[in-house]
């Protein structure tokens, strides 16, 4: 988990090209010590190459583009221009890319869907030997809810606890341990309620109790939570 | 951010699609479907953009600019006049009569000979999406309003307009699933899938605001796909439209192999979606290709079959307004089919004149006072009458180019 949390730093930083801290920006490359830095084309940065990235008079609404160097290109065209900008620490989160996720709900529900096995499609499958950011879009979020509504089917069949239909106070018990067993952290109270209500009324017209755990537990798995990292 | 509002707003949509049944949706009854039938309604337009990934050579929109030298191997032979001054390359001569009737070259003076800055011109208006702002204006209920086909994506911005996303459509079963459902005990309920989904949006909400910007595609894509399953179910026979297209029904997966992207798309106008993109790869940058020999062959052979296919079914879809534009990064410069800092578009559709304003000269550049690429998106405006987008785009200043 730490080292999923450093890479995604790393790279999160990478793709936006800012820096929080002089230390990880990789475009303050200087030359021998007591140089300024400056690589052919390259127009300093507004002097603000401090340790931690923020010099005088900086704000904690400062952005990449105040940190940052600015390169300029053949014919004069800004090489930044394309940049990402964003304020540190902020859009951390990503999709799960679908290579991950047959690993990931055997983890939570023990089960790898086979479903998703035939669905590599639906979630965009990349270039041989190319990595693509993984974007979500109707038909993959969809088609990850069918598979874990699959895979929760399988989760909810045989203990005692979802032979019956749900109670208030079953599906807030369920809800919040399932969800923070799925989502590796507590859940607030307004997402226990969120899943409360689709165990409680939105499944009603399911007359099989598993089926209806099956349901809310295939909730809580296409919720973020479980969906991004 | 979740609100009551939202939630009256998709039973709003939920109630006003059975009222008016108007969205079309697929089944999947254990592999076979039931030819639908069409109610009667009015015209639905729709507008499929085909992109040539870098380049879309001036020899097939304005062929006769290059008779008088025989560049890019033009000649007599393979050229094809459509009166009114548009002569284009004999290869679309496959197109439908109807269509060539239809069909006009459209000029665009963008000014860019840089992949990137063309590619993304093309599909902007300043720094929103042309293609969501014109799918957003041209109104309609369907789910899904703008929808990008295959494995490649468009370039440019995907803000979203009026609360239409660009969603991608990798694969037409999953798809098919997502817009009908299936005769399968393991398919969720659409009732209960959409509310569960719902309840999985609130579950997202404080994620969303925490990385409004990295979940973009997950909160639009949920979205999406709850006012997707919130439609009615109409059945399609898709067997019969793979068949249409050389595929086997049980092709379903959205690939490099253009016949699927057609499939998609002509699923997912079907399906109500009003701009449907289909970028190719990236095979269209066709430096030293001297004698047009190559792009030719790669048009005759790789997408005008079901290209046509597609203009042909459409176009013989009586309440159906579809129309079609080809166009790419920018023409190719001679002598050696280089960058040329302009393109020709061609545009086909119910309202299209025969006729251009995409003549390029011999050297292959369009005169000064040429639109941009704001006059193309206004033409495909105008294609599918919607005067919103009309104005949104600047204007069309194709006006000969549209029929009353």
């Known amino acids: ?229 | 951010m979740f609100t009551k509002k939202d939630v009256s707003r998709r039973l709003f949509l939920k109630g006003a699609a059975s009222a008016a049944g108007a969205a079309a949706a697929l089944r999947l009854p254990g592999g076979q479907f039931e030819r639908s039938a069409f109610a009667q309604q009015a015209e639905k337009s729709a507008v499929l953009v085909v992109y040539f990934g870098g380049g879309y050579n001036a020899l097939f929109p304005s062929a006769d600019s290059f008779l008088g030298a025989g560049t890019f191997g033009v000649n007599n032979n393979n050229t094809l006049n459509l009166g009114n001054g548009l002569v284009v390359d004999r290869s679309f001569d496959v197109f439908p009569a109807i269509a060539k009737q239809r069909m006009a070259t459209i000029g665009v003076r963008h000014g860019s000979s840089d992949h990137g800055e063309a590619q993304r011109l093309n599909f902007s208006s300043g720094t929103r999406s042309a293609v969501l702002m014109l799918a957003s204006m041209m109104g309609g209920d369907a789910a899904i309003k703008a929808a990008n086909v295959g494995p490649q994506n468009i370039p440019g911005p995907t803000t979203p307009e009026g609360g239409v996303s660009l969603q991608r459509i990798t694969d037409m079963r999953a798809t098919i699933a997502a817009l009908g459902g299936a005769q399968d005990p393991t398919i969720p309920d659409r009732d209960i899938a959409a509310k569960a989904l719902i309840g999985a949006e609130a579950m997202s909400q404080n994620a969303y605001a925490a990385s409004p910007k990295s979940l973009t595609s997950v909160r639009e894509g949920l979205k999406a796909s709850i006012e997707t399953l919130q439609k009615p179910v109409r059945p399609f026979n898709f067997t019969e439209m793979a068949t249409a297209y050389g595929l086997q029904a049980t092709v379903t997966g959205v690939t490099d192999d253009f016949r699927t992207k057609m499939l998609a798309a002509e699923l997912m106008v079907l399906a109500g979606a009003n701009v449907v993109t289909a970028p190719t790869r990236f095979d269209w940058d066709s430096h030293g290709d001297r004698d047009g020999s190559a792009v030719r062959q790669r048009m005759t052979t790789q997408i005008l079959p079901a290209l046509s296919t597609f203009v042909n079914r459409m176009m013989a879809a009586t309440d159906r307004n579809v129309v079609v534009m080809m166009l790419g990064d920018f023409s190719r410069s001679l002598p050696g089919s280089d960058h040329q800092p302009n393109l020709s578009a061609t545009i086909i559709g119910k309202y299209v004149n025969v006729g251009t304003t995409g003549k390029v000269g011999a050297n292959v550049s369009l005169p000064a006072g040429t639109p941009s690429v704001g006059g193309m998106w206004g033409m495909a405006a105008a294609a599918v009458k919607a005067p919103a987008a009309i104005t949104a785009f600047g204007g069309n200043p194709h006006g000969a180019l549209i029929r009353p």
């Open chain 1, 1 to 229: 988990m730490k080292r999923t949390m450093l890479c995604t730093v790393f790279v999160a930083e990478f793709l936006f090209g800012c820096s929080a801290s002089d230390e990880t920006d990789l475009t303050r490359r200087g030359g021998a010590p007591g140089e300024s830095g400056t690589l052919t084309g390259e127009t300093p940065g507004d002097g603000t190459n401090a340790p931690g990235g923020a010099g005088p008079g900086s704000t904690p609404a400062q952005q990449c583009k105040d940190l940052s160097r600015k390169y300029t290109g053949l014919g004069g065209s800004d090489l930044i221009a394309s940049r990402a900008d964003e304020l540190a620490g902020a859009n951390r989160a990503r999709v799960k890319p679908y290579s991950s996720l047959g690993n990931e709900f055997t983890r939570v529900i023990a089960v790898n869907p086979a479903l998703l096995q035939t669905s590599a499609a639906a979630f965009g499958s990349d270039p041989a030997r190319w990595s693509v950011e993984p974007q979500a879009n109707a038909v993959s979020l969809y088609t990850h809810f069918r598979v874990a509504f699959q895979g929760c089917l399988t989760y909810t069949a045989t203990d005692a606890k979802y032979a019956a239909a749900p109670t208030d106070a079953a599906a807030g018990t369920e809800c919040a341990a399932m969800q923070r067993k799925f989502w590796s952290r507590t859940p607030q109270a307004a997402e226990i309620d969120a899943c409360k209500r689709v165990a409680i009324t939105d499944s009603a017209k399911e007359t099989d109790p598993r089926r209806r755990w099956a349901y809310t537990c295939a909730t809580i798995l296409t919720a973020t939570g479980f969906t991004s990292f």
